[in-house]
């Protein structure tokens, strides 16, 4: 079945110790997307790729950086995460070229400890 | 003012009844609207896809639409605890990014 991946599904880190958290897809999608959701909140966009064009959101702090080296990869990296980093981070893809519709992976829970 | 709102819960419902969330939205030229469903510690899943005014049925889900009063709506008919979850509007305000506006949910209890 076609589908978005991540890995890991938890993942803890130490407080300033930078993660990677990795996200696949097989929907063979043009646009990816990194979100964090925090309890009780809507997802935050951080920024999203069409194809390798990268959009980064105005409010997305430089401790947040993504990379996206083929169509079916795309990762997360927080270079020193803080207490206030821990979140669920969610990745989703959609068709672009006008369809809006957008499919997400599990999620990836972050904890900083 | 937030540029989607939904009424954050939780809406209790007895099993067997109508479930009915709400969403208004504030964009007026907003083209696409969706429908999550979020189980709590899952991530989204897209439950209904809207265009158009007027009701779309899918199953026991209907999503209705009115543009004009910038509001779009979710019905789940003969409601199952299993339908007990996190409903998110989203809308896609016709900017051209490829990107959605997302509210922050409706927490819906199916009581049995």
């Known amino acids: 079945d076609a589908m978005v991946i991540q890995n890991p599904r938890y993942q803890v880190t130490q407080f300033g110790k930078p993660v990677t958290l990795s996200c696949s897809q097989t929907?063979?999608?043009?646009?990816m997307y990194w979100y964090q959701q925090k309890s009780s909140q809507a997802p935050k966009l951080l920024f999203h790729?069409?194809?390798?064009?990268?959009?980064n959101e105005a409010d997305t702090p430089d401790n947040f950086q993504s990379r996206r080296p083929n169509t079916s990869f795309c990762f997360l990296d927080i270079r020193s995460p803080g207490l206030g980093d821990a979140a669920m981070y969610l990745c989703?893809?959609?068709?672009?070229?006008?369809?809006?519709?957008?499919?997400f992976g599990p999620g990836t829970r972050l904890t900083v400890t | 003012q937030k540029e989607v709102e939904q009424n954050s819960g939780p809406l209790s419902v007895p099993e067997g009844a109508i479930a009915s969330l709400n969403c208004t939205y504030s964009d007026r030229v907003s083209q696409s609207f969706f429908w999550y469903r979020q189980y709590s510690g899952k991530s989204p899943e897209l439950i209904m896809s809207?265009?158009?005014?007027g009701d779309k049925e899918d199953g026991r889900f209907t999503a209705q639409l009115n543009k004009a009063s910038q509001y779009v709506s979710l019905l789940i008919r003969d409601s199952q605890p299993s339908d007990s979850a996190t409903y998110l509007c989203?809308?896609?305000?016709?900017?051209?990014?490829?990107?959605?506006?997302f509210g922050t949910g409706t927490r819906l209890t199916i009581i049995p």
């Open positions: 790729y069409y194809d390798k064009d990268f959009n």
């Open positions: 989203a809308v896609e305000p016709n900017f051209g990014n490829e990107k959605l506006t």
């Open positions: 809207i265009y158009s005014n």
């Open positions: 989703a893809t959609s068709k672009g070229q006008g369809v809006y519709e957008q499919y």
């Open positions: 929907l063979n999608h043009n646009v």
